[in-house]
T-cell receptor, first 115, second 115 residues
Framework: NAGVMQNPRHLVRRRGQEARLRCSPV?????VYWYRQLPEEGLKFMVY????????ESGMPKERFSAEFPKEGPSILRIQQVVRGDSAAYFC?????????????FGDGTRLSIL | AQKITQTQPGMFVQEKEAVTLDCTYD???????LFWYKQPSSGEMIFLIY??????QNATEGRYSLNFQKARKSANLVISASQLGDSAMYFC????????????FGKGTKLTVNP
């Protein structure tokens, strides 16, 4: 079974451009989480989505950042007008409806570099 | 708000010896889950071990065990018989139950295993 798939693995953008990060969850998982990891830091929660719904976006910056998880296709984290401070690793995790004792499965992350 | 504290930025251990990585947490919830993840230099997040707040026994997974002391709110990871491949960042995380069940991470401990 395929795990969480994220692409691209590395993404380079110039200041002011848009960055689109994609995440395909584990087959059968309906919950997707996005986390951001700044250098020398732990992961910080950004947003939690279920199919076609944003459930918790308490960790998302108020401007320039948006996320979606459409009925068909991968979840997308979109960053508009990127700035140097957006340089980070962005991780996606998925889980089934009832997490219980099961861990969230993480993708390998997208390393975003802003020139 | 939930908080995870990892007080050891870096740890060194000799190959084949055991090492303990510290983690303390703060929560007002009665029901919660604690996780340890490993992040090697390649960057992916690898789940190691889980402890539920109501589990009476300490969790074990192969060479990994979790020293769970609920009254002290600590969940230390013990790695026995360290191997060179154990060199990595180690993150302690807590999952709130109910709500979005997002993970809250500590800042991590960098473990170096010396030959």
């Amino acid at each position: 079974n395929a795990g969480v798939m994220q692409n691209p693995r590395h993404l380079v953008r110039r200041r002011g451009q848009e960055a689109r990060l994609r995440c395909s969850p584990v087959k059968g998982h309906s919950h997707v989480y996005w986390y951001r990891q700044l250098p020398e830091e732990g992961l910080k929660f950004m947003v939690y989505l279920q199919k076609e719904n944003i459930i918790d976006e308490s960790g998302m910056p108020k401007e320039r950042f948006s996320a979606e998880f459409p009925k068909e296709g991968p979840s997308i984290l979109r960053i508009q007008q990127v700035v140097r401070g957006d340089s980070a690793a962005y991780f996606c995790a998925s889980s089934p409806i009832d997490q219980g004792k099961r861990p969230q499965h993480f993708g390998d992350g997208t390393r975003l570099s802003i020139l | 708000a939930q908080k995870i504290t990892q007080t050891q930025p870096g740890m060194f251990v000799q190959e084949k010896e055991a090492v303990t990585l510290d983690c303390t947490y703060d929560t007002s919830d009665q029901s919660y889950g604690l996780f340890w993840y490993k992040q090697p230099s390649s960057g992916e997040m690898i789940f190691l071990i889980y402890q539920g707040s109501y589990d009476e026994q300490n969790a074990t997974e192969g060479r990994y065990s979790l020293n769970f002391q609920k009254a002290r709110k600590s969940a230390n990871l013990v790695i026995s018989a360290s191997q060179l491949g154990d060199s990595a960042m180690y993150f302690c995380a807590m999952r709130e139950t109910g709500g979005s069940e997002k993970l809250v991470f500590g800042k991590g401990t960098k473990l170096t295993v010396n030959p």
